[in-house]
């Protein structure tokens, strides 16, 4: 659609030359054509909700056509994988325990003040749900982050449920961005890719500069906490199916790209099916492979292991790392 109209743009332009005030036309016809096919477009987020903060990240968010293009494929590619390994574990084809997210908040902390006691620039993003909000160990590390000012971004996704129960049953202050205390904080629209953009890159220069704080990002998830919970029993299938029709990430991304004309329609499909071949591959390949051997149990658990042996079920029984995958540095 896109070359077609470009296409019939040019012979208009090319035969408006041969005619009196062609250059004129011309001239108006090239402007048209870049008013129509904008390359960098501006947005407004929802506000955000600050905690001990003069001022926060922008609500006014400026995107490239190429930033656009590589935020949709990395939704696209986010929730197809995580529904493919939701899907493999039904199958049984993977087996165990699969558990599509999972974090910690004091060894984030420790990764942060590494970095801080190493001397880099490094920061660290230590993710928990509202369900974990109320655990100890998450004030422990706030206190110790604020009491060092260590580099950390505590992020909250509070999804409403935590594991079953409601935010509302499970916390006296549901304002978690606020529950550091002494921690700055900010109220996040998790849903909005974009605001969630702002509000990272604010919280790394914050913290550069002063320390900790807290970002709670309000999302929702559409499936159960765990392949064993239907996510059905303590909220109504209709609750779900209104946010997938009004607050999708995905959808609502695609909508305002497609608005302001920064992405075709055909471009994302495009990318929609780059995508889905990709995730399809993969997981081809995972079902054919055979199964990896015992040795890689204790393959790539960090980049420079100082360790010699790795403990095993039975202490004269050692176990020894090595490298297999290429480290994020190494790309």
Not at 214 to 227: A, D, F
Request: with cysteine; charged share 25%.
């Amino acid at each position: 659609m896109l070359s077609r109209t470009l296409f019939l743009k040019t012979n208009f332009i090319s035969s408006t030359l041969n005619d009196k005030g062609g250059i004129l036309q011309t001239l108006s016809a090239l402007q048209n054509l870049m008013n129509n096919y904008a390359t960098e477009v501006t947005f407004e987020t929802k506000p955000f909700k600050l905690h001990k903060l003069e001022s926060g990240p922008s609500t006014t968010v400026t995107v490239t056509k190429k930033d656009a293009m590589k935020y949709i494929k990395h939704l696209l590619l986010i929730r197809r994988l995580e529904t493919a390994a939701g899907n493999l574990y039904k199958e049984k084809v993977i087996r165990g325990f699969c558990h599509l997210y999972s974090g910690q908040v004091p060894l984030g902390a420790g990764v942060a003040f590494a970095a801080k006691y190493l001397g880099s620039d490094g920061v660290c993003f230590s993710l928990y749900g509202d369900g974990a909000s109320n655990q100890g160990q998450v004030f422990e590390a706030f206190n110790i982050s604020k009491l060092w000012d260590i580099p950390c971004v505590f992020v909250c996704e509070n999804n409403g449920y935590g594991m079953g129960t409601s935010a509302e049953r499970s916390s006296a202050s549901t304002n978690y961005y606020s529950r550091g205390d002494y921690i700055p904080g900010i109220w996040v629209d998790g849903m909005d890719v974009l605001a969630v953009r702002e509000a990272a890159e604010f919280a790394i220069k914050h913290c550069a500069e002063k320390g900790p704080i807290i970002l709670e990002m309000v999302t929702y998830r559409y499936s159960g906490h765990s392949m064993s919970d239907p996510g059905t029993s303590y909220r109504t299938r209709d609750e779900i199916q209104v946010v997938r029709q009004t607050r999708d990430p995905i959808t609502s991304f695609k909508e305002r790209l497609t608005g302001s004309e920064l992405l075709t329609n055909e471009e994302i499909k495009e990318i929609e099916t780059d995508v889905k071949k990709v995730i399809d591959e993969a997981i081809k390949q995972a079902k054919s492979d055979k199964e990896i051997g015992l040795d890689e149990l204790t393959a790539d658990i960090c980049y420079n292991f100082l360790e010699k042996n790795i403990r095993n079920v039975l202490p004269w029984n050692h176990l020894t790392h090595k490298r297999v995958g290429k480290t994020l540095n190494e790309n």
